[in-house]
């Protein structure tokens, strides 16, 4: 029996934790073959070029998709997404998968969407059913009525698809592949690297050997005209505290020229001394960093999802996260300096949580592509009632 | 206060029908302007050229999107929406409308959700909620998930979109704008004018004037490959019963070509003397030649909904129309010669039924302006659950 | 040492008996790998389905490329060649060929060229420096332009591209592989086919045995209103005449909807008794049909390149093949029905010409694979003068 | 009469210096009416959003195309010209033009003459018939052989475009717009504005008084992966030289992330204190600093055009310019630091030089305009032999 062809589509950074784990089951599956697509941001210098990290990690690259309009805007989101719909129709047409794997909600995910299900691909959705706030929230929607076959990261998550018309049997909670390398630091818990040394980025030389914190803020695209001043009150809180600081360049998202725009004025005028910047991190070393730290700040999903199981304080800014599932381990403040400030010294002070598994136990990966191997797979569904 | 404007997307002759009668009442309404877009293949001479009955009855164009690929194929079906996605991003740029209306569940519908949805417009779905087989399932239930505002057709559909996590105020049954046409001649039924004069075709010159039926059916995507297969069938079925036929050409959509080519290849070697094939109508023209017929035969979602109001016997053949909520006038078949031949000899002797109106009762134009003109627009939303 | 990897791009169908003895040859070449690319109408079913008899000629195809937009006017020509570009872009970027052939001037032929200069890829041209009326001049020259290296069909051609302002070595006379084909089959000449049973088609079931014609007739860019008025000047020509006629389909071209619809509204109202069309034929076959009938009508320049090899009378008609070289077979008319009918009668009379090597001796494909497996390939380049 | 409508499409910062004057001109002419398309990078923050300058100038713009795909490498430059020609046939296709313009020879300058050539617009190209080295020359010489009517900056120029086949008549030396600028500042020479408070900008806080060099240094298609090595050879000598120095960043192009990349990391390390940086300025503030410094550095094509004649001592640098016409004000050096510093010194302390008129004498832009207004427009030719 010929193997059955799997292929995901990786579009950014972030998406590559998401699922890492599930790409070396698919490939050590005796039953699977990985055929993996990078595309969108994950291959731009601009965005911490992702793709490096992946080869690097030995994961054959079947087709590279440049698919970015320049411009930042909601317009070129929108274009970018058109030209992902036809691009991936291309690879799809040429790859002839048995499934194809759409990883949570960002824009462009609903273009691996289309492009597989217009072309009666069997579709599977990873993370779906989750809410949050901004066009995120419409996108991850839009995917599970396009998707087949849900494997989502939560009980709650399952619970919400199977509301929306999906057969109970096609959604499944394997929990998050990205708790799956969580485990897996958590296992060995010390930062091995020189996080300075190993990534170069700009800005302060930082002694962050006696405790540092890690800031990763994405703009959010409904609100993308706000995202300069937003960032504005998180750097100036930053600053002020005075505290060592790991910060993160956002992803590419309408806004992002905002946010961007803004760390870069800040950085210009007010030389912080306190804090270092990264365009990326490799994802092992991006978790042991964080395991690593007092507290993550921002609006990343990892500050849900990883740090749940991490027991790591956090301080989620603003609705990037609104209404997603968190374990206690979260405090949400609004884009206001004071706030970020106050909630960043508790976090500091504070001792670590409880490991939560509300995403996960740690073995995502291999759930996933155990199902894969083994589903009926099909490309056809009517609503439950 | 400057008018509402209210951008309609209309991508093939049949969503013309089912959106005519808002568009005059938008244009008639003080507070709203329309801004006609046409694009798709209701631009294409192949499929009908609905643009020329468009501007004949008096609508003006805002913008003409020419996007349909070639091949008729999933592949170029996906790769039309793509480039539909960047098309119409475009034309929401320039034209920046306060809302912007998708109809129903063809394919590149889900272009036009994208576009407006990404780019923080205001995004209304007409004639979500309904229940078919096919790609158009999907697509449906995605544009509700993309749409901010819901304006059903009956009110099983809006229970179902309520259940799919909209918020009950934000849907609402106007029904079905086809229904107001259906209502228009309902008033006066004669047949005021001579179809084989007005539009030409080409076949058999009929003599339709003592009874005819009317065909007209589409591929299914998901069957494309079948699509000569099934067309075989109701031709060697309506030969056989040598009743003046009617016969519309097929939309485009994957599988158009087995359609098509399947009735051309008939015609070549059969040259079946009972039937006369048309191109396109004016839907006004489409519905008297309705409702003064014996029976319409096939698969088109005329048959369950304008039939239902006109009473009209529906010989409705395969899954195309799977599960979408039908009054007593419908005989479902399968794709048989056999059952086909049947079903059309029992609906040319049957009686006309009672009207029904759980598609509405005539006056969804005037409804759904209204709704425009008054409700509270937004581009944000959270599901309820 | 590796094999060069020599990538063809064939876009519609008399591009594939322009280049087929050189695929032929490339591929039989010890240092020489072909990368078979199939795009545009090559791949249409409404263009005659080239890419069968590509595949039946056992050619294996590295990539298929749908890029037609439909419309077939100015505008989706345009478009088709913008999306052209895109597509190619990406199947270069993954076959990283070592050179990539353009074939002529059709006007999608520049997406080709622009792909690969852009990409730093050594672009030949095949078959530059000709002259003709319409788009395909200026497109024809644009390629020179773009192109590094120049194989042209012709010493007229060839000193034409070096007036371009192209260094004479990189311009070398191979001839048309097209003649190899004549060549070919002019060496066992029968017709060993019955065109009616092998290749199906529409209309009369004609007795061609003794004596008839071949008709080919394409609309003209510029002229693409008109091409509906010029196409029926030949019909009546035709039909008058009497005379047994395989008539060929156009290619795909803005106009060659006015082309065909004309041809499909003459049929339908005339049923011409002496007149049988066909969509395509093999190329070898549509040789060997050419060889063995009494003259081509028509625009193609199969009558200008191979009908002068094979010293058939030509009845050229209007301005498509303008200024093109041409042996004493040719006669030149204008769209008119009178003329088109003297001249028929007049080539039906005559006596064949003799051979012409104004567009080679035969011997085209294995002088390209040659040339592309010795030369120096480069992609820079500066203007002689 | 109407008047004629003339489309002109500007793709970037540059294009508009060298057709500001003719803008202005087209649009005081009582014959014309200007249609101003503003696409590509020219709409990019990262680039100088020249568009910003563009409507401060009071031009109004009748569309804005984004096209500019991320990734600045080949082939993203290519897919950049593909999605350009599919964007501005729609822009063409509603705007409806006499004449559309293309300016010079970026890479997707092309884009524009097919959007227009294939739709049967009369295309105009502006500054056709020059030599220098990279893609650049391809594309103008493409662009020649698609265009209809050429106005050409000198008669160096004019002469190569009619060896090139086109017809003299349609072959008119209008000089350079970007001279038209030069004159008008070269008779109001002083520097009104301090760059430093009006431009921002980022690095040193340059005491300019007293003397400066400017310099403008883009990256070489051809060579991408060298543009980091070549920018440090010039980096390296500015430093040395220790003289105060503007510095503008580069265009967008394959391989700017180099030249980028190169500048980001030199100002990381290096700190140079007589180096301040812009990303853009108005085209007359531009002209008044390179009027007020002691030398242009480089290759931007200004060295060769406005400062011809203005007189200024220019430092060209690397092969971009290979060819082009130049007065003796140019001093061409290699990629190294030693040949630039001491090409930079001997400049630094030379005499300005006899202003030439080689690129013309300040009248350009209303040349322009009354040709555009009286000429016959066409959109179909024939090479000249």
Redesign the interface.
């Known amino acids: 029996m010929p193997k059955r062809k799997i292929c995901v589509v990786v579009t950014a950074r972030p998406s590559y934790s998401r699922i890492k784990s599930a790409l070396t089951a698919i490939q050590n599956h005796p039953d699977l073959e990985l055929q993996l697509v990078i595309a969108g941001?994950a291959?731009?210098?601009?965005y911490g070029n992702a793709v490096d990290f992946i080869e690097k990690d030995g994961f054959p690259i079947a087709?590279?998709?440049?698919?970015?309009?320049?411009?930042e805007n909601?317009?070129?989101?929108?274009?970018t997404?058109?030209?992902?719909?036809?691009?991936l129709?291309?690879v799809f047409?040429?790859l002839k998968p048995d499934a194809v794997i759409t990883i949570a909600d960002r824009?462009e995910t609903?273009?691996t969407s289309?492009?597989a299900?217009?072309?009666?691909i069997p579709l599977v959705h990873i993370q779906g059913g989750e809410?949050t706030?901004?066009?995120d929230?419409?996108?991850r929607?839009?995917n599970?009525?396009?998707a087949d076959l849900h494997l989502v990261s939560s009980d709650d998550a399952r619970e919400?698809v199977i509301?929306?018309?999906e057969s109970p049997e096609m959604v499944i909670n394997t929990g998050c592949p990205s708790i799956d390398l969580a485990k897996e630091i958590h296992e060995t818990p010390n930062l091995d690297f020189n996080p300075l040394e190993k990534y170069g980025g700009?800005g302060a030389n930082l002694d962050w050997k006696n405790g540092y914190i890690v800031v990763m803020q994405h703009p959010v695209?409904?609100e993308y005209k706000e995202s300069k001043k937003h960032i504005q009150e998180t750097l100036k809180a930053v600053k002020n505290l005075d505290y060592p600081t790991f910060w993160f360049w956002p992803n590419?998202d309408a806004g992002s020229?905002g946010t961007s725009?803004g760390i870069r004025a800040f950085r210009?005028l007010e030389q912080p001394k306190n804090i270092h910047f990264f365009k990326n991190m490799e994802p092992l070393d991006f978790l042991k960093l964080l395991s690593n730290s007092k507290a993550l700040v921002g609006n990343s999903s990892a500050g849900l999802r990883e740090c749940a199981y991490l027991g790591l304080p956090v301080v989620n800014i603003g609705n990037r996260q609104?209404?997603r599932s968190r374990a206690e381990n979260v405090t949400d403040v609004s884009y206001s300096q004071i706030e970020i400030e106050k909630a960043i010294k508790m976090a500091i002070t504070s001792e670590k949580f409880e490991s939560s598994t509300i995403y996960g136990n740690g073995n995502a990966g291999t759930k996933i592509a155990e199902i894969l191997a083994t589903t009926e797979l099909t490309?056809?569904?009517?609503?439950t009632?």
Chains 1, 2, 3, 4 share one sequence.
């Open positions: 941001s291959l731009l210098d601009r087709a590279k998709v440049f698919m970015v309009l320049e411009g909601p317009t070129t989101m929108a274009k997404t058109g030209l992902g719909v036809m691009e129709t291309n047409y040429n824009f609903i273009a289309i492009a299900a217009y072309q009666n809410v706030g901004s066009i929230e419409k996108v929607h839009a599970t009525k396009l919400r509301k929306l018309g700009v695209t409904t590419v020229d725009n210009e609104f209404r490309f056809s569904k009517t609503i009632y």
